[in-house]
């Protein structure tokens, strides 16, 4: 793997999907501005921390389809095999979208919300430094980790299906989380048999109804820590792995 050469891909990734970009960008940027509207207009409706909602929404939403089109050239044979054919290992390809749909949409993200965040509060009248969104409150940076394994979902279903791909990535993410939380449950159920679970977060904690009382359960600490670097670290690079596998093994 060579940083000249992935340094050469994103210059041409650049250059050739620049003006997509340009108004992916300004869209990305409505679309935060008119959710600040919404929840304006329905505000007694909401409650809580409606400005970390929006930025979950658009963080996803936009993450999303900007990871999705990463590889966008598989949904037709001919640009697939030009993609397959430029003179860089599959790994430098992979890494390039990696950086690309991670490191700069997230650079250009962030300033973006808080730019739509500002005129918002602007626009309403409540502008302050304190109402602005602060990302290291109550752990809410956690979500960008999140987004690391949402990425690589994202990407690894752009590689493995040709036609309708976000869709299909997006219905198959949804099923398999379904399956998981099923699966979790069922397993908290074998080993606390006496007790009837309420709700569980995989990784995180659950929820048990014992004698007519809630009680909740989380890690320990040392527990904790491993569970943090499985989500964190190993859970999105062993995605990310599976997206390079997958396109070594790609055919058009």
Known sequence: MHISTISLLIKRQFREHSRMYGIGL????AFLFFMFLIVHQWQDSFSGAVQNGVFIIGLFVGGGVFSNAMFHEFSSPQSGMWLLSIPATHAEKVVTSILISVVFFLAIYIPLFYLADVLYLTFTGTFSI???LNPFKDNFYQFFFLYFIFNGIMLLGSVMFNKHSFIKTLL???LLFIAFNY???LILGLLIPEASVVSSIPFDSFLFSHQGENVTVFLTE???LWTS???KVVLPVSIWVAVWLQLKEKEI
């Open 229 to 231: 670097l499985f989500v």
């Open 172 to 174: 198959a993410s949804v």
């Open 183 to 185: 699966v979790n449950g």
């Open 130 to 132: 304190e109402a602005i």
């Open 222 to 224: 040392k527990t904790e």
């Open 26 to 29: 300004l869209v990305l940027l």
